[in-house]
């Protein structure tokens, strides 16, 4: 057995017993206030769980004017959150800000480097520079911790690091972005329009300050990045992880998903393969009807968890926004105050270079193609030629009523494929063939699925 390499934290020094952990935060926007927010109402029973008073003593942000709904003028404030950090009457730094590089790291480096402890939302900060961190952090014997940063208020850092820690996890993943979970389904049941719906989501506090890290995937490839380390008990290079977002996502996709019996999820998935090697990937995926995945709307999350000894198991609940993932953040604060710790990435070893995802081309599972063609006889052979060229086998095909306009006498019409489960390389080489056949129109839209379990 290896030795551990970390000792065990003790908590924050306090003058006594009786006084309170001291709070500094940087970054007071929906999360940050929503911390101040939930510190302030139930004060009361978060004494009683941490074993002594939160109590906020210092602020930072980026403008000292702005209007945030709640009385600041309690606390201490800082120009620069960094300057914060050095505040001897901060014993504990909440980091706020968000985005990988600039304040929030520098924050959270600096902090750890002084032995303070650091709690966290920022899934970015943590999914490329943890390895960083957490070398930093075990070294110190300082707590990091993110709870917030995975899935806003579900606490599935906590199930997989602590619940599960007994298991042998061998694939974890789900709908981690409330932002595109919103989108998606609400496209699904109004028919409006994205852009608007978007908007909305921002409106609601849910969207990162830049929307296009929900919607091309981002977020949920740093969320996940978090969880398949944690559940392989060892980091995951983020930049190995295969990404690809929800903007080429139409109506008549979402459309042929449910006459299909699917529902259309923007997923983050990560396994291990037969060989060992882990496969770390998002992407739009249809899920079939009665999946634990499949009826999880609007801005809730939702991961599944698949071990030798548990089985299969769901989490479900608010994935963004003020309320839970405040709670996230003072639950991960009153393990601060009770002195409780655990290694960063759920196993105690001698760090190591963070794992690669194997390619695209080795993922494995059933895919809908949609292909949108000029009606000419024998227009279907020439597809299914193409597929069985390469090895693909055809589970079922839809095709409805022509319904888009016509182009010399014959009409314009979508076919859907869905195929068996096949290597992503052989559906990626029909593709090339079937987009080159002269009666297809535009470019074949290619989605992956997964089945019941
Ligand atoms: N919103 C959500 O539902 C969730 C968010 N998170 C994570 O929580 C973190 C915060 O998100 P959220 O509250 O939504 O973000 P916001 O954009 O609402 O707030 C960010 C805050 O950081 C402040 N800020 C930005 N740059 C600086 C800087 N250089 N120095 C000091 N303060 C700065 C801003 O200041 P100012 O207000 O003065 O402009 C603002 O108050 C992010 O890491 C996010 O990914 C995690 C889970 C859910
Ligand atoms: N922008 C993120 C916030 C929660 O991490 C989302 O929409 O899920």
């Not at 999360?31 to 941490?50: F, M, P, Q, T």
């Not at 398949?228 to 190995?240: E, I, K, Q, R, T």
């Not at 597809?383 to 090895?391: E, N, S, V, Y």
Request: some cysteine; glycine content about 10%; hydrophobic content about 45%.
């Amino acid at each position: 057995m290896k030795e551990k390499t970390m000792p065990l934290y003790a908590p924050p020094k306090r003058s006594a017993e009786s006084s309170p952990l001291r709070l500094g935060i940087v970054g007071l926007g929906t999360v940050g206030v929503g911390v101040l927010r939930l510190l302030e109402k139930n004060a009361a029973v978060i004494a009683a769980r941490a074993g002594c008073a939160l109590k906020v003593v210092a602020v930072s942000s980026r403008d000292r004017h702005r209007n945030r709904g709640v009385d600041l003028s309690g606390y201490r404030w800082y120009e620069q959150p960094e300057a914060l950090v050095d505040d001897p009457e901060v014993d504990v730094v909440i980091e706020l800000i968000g985005g990988a590089e600039g304040a929030a790291r520098s924050v959270v480096k600096k902090a750890l480097q002084a032995v303070k402890p650091v709690v966290t939302a920022n899934k970015a900060l943590i999914a490329v520079h943890g390895v960083e961190l957490a070398d930093i952090a075990q070294k110190n014997s300082v707590p990091l911790m993110f709870e917030a940063a995975v899935a806003g208020g579900i606490p599935v850092i906590k199930a997989i690091r602590e619940g599960l820690a007994a298991d042998h996890l061998y694939w974890v993943g789900g709908i981690l972005n409330g932002t595109c979970n919103y989108i998606l389904s609400t496209m699904r049941k109004t028919g409006r329009d994205f852009a608007e719906i978007l908007k909305e989501a921002q409106a609601l506090g849910y969207a990162e300050a830049d929307p296009s890290t929900d919607i091309d995937g981002i977020d949920t490839a740093h969320k996940l990045c978090i969880l398949a380390a944690l559940s392989f008990g060892m980091p995951v290079d983020f930049s190995s992880i295969y990404i690809e977002g929800i903007r080429h996502i139409g109506a008549d996709d979402l459309h042929f998903a449910e006459k299909m019996g699917y529902r259309l999820k923007l997923l983050g998935i990560s396994c291990l393969t037969r060989n060992g090697e882990l496969e770390a990937r998002v992407h739009p995926c249809l899920v079939a009807g009665g999946h634990p995945l499949g009826y999880v709307d609007g801005v809730f999350n939702a991961i599944v968890a698949k071990g030798d000894f548990i089985g299969q198991l769901t989490l479900e609940g608010p994935g963004a926004g003020a309320g839970p993932t405040a709670t996230a953040v003072v639950a991960d604060l009153i393990d601060v105050a009770r002195g409780s710790t655990v290694p960063v990435w759920g196993a105690y070893h001698s760090g190591g270079s963070p794992i690669r995802s194997v390619s695209r081309d080795m993922f494995e599972g059933p895919y809908y193609i949609r292909v949108d063609v000029n009606d000419r006889p024998g227009v279907v052979a020439d597809i299914t030629a193409c597929l069985r060229d390469c090895g693909v086998s055809l589970k079922s095909m839809l095709q409805e009523e022509e319904r888009y306009e016509t182009e010399g006498t014959f009409k314009n019409v979508p076919l859907v494929f869905i195929t068996h489960s096949t290597l992503e390389a052989s559906v990626m080489r029909a593709i090339s063939l079937i987009s080159a056949l002269p009666q297809v129109v535009g470019q074949p839209v290619m989605i992956r699925m997964i089945g019941h379990t």
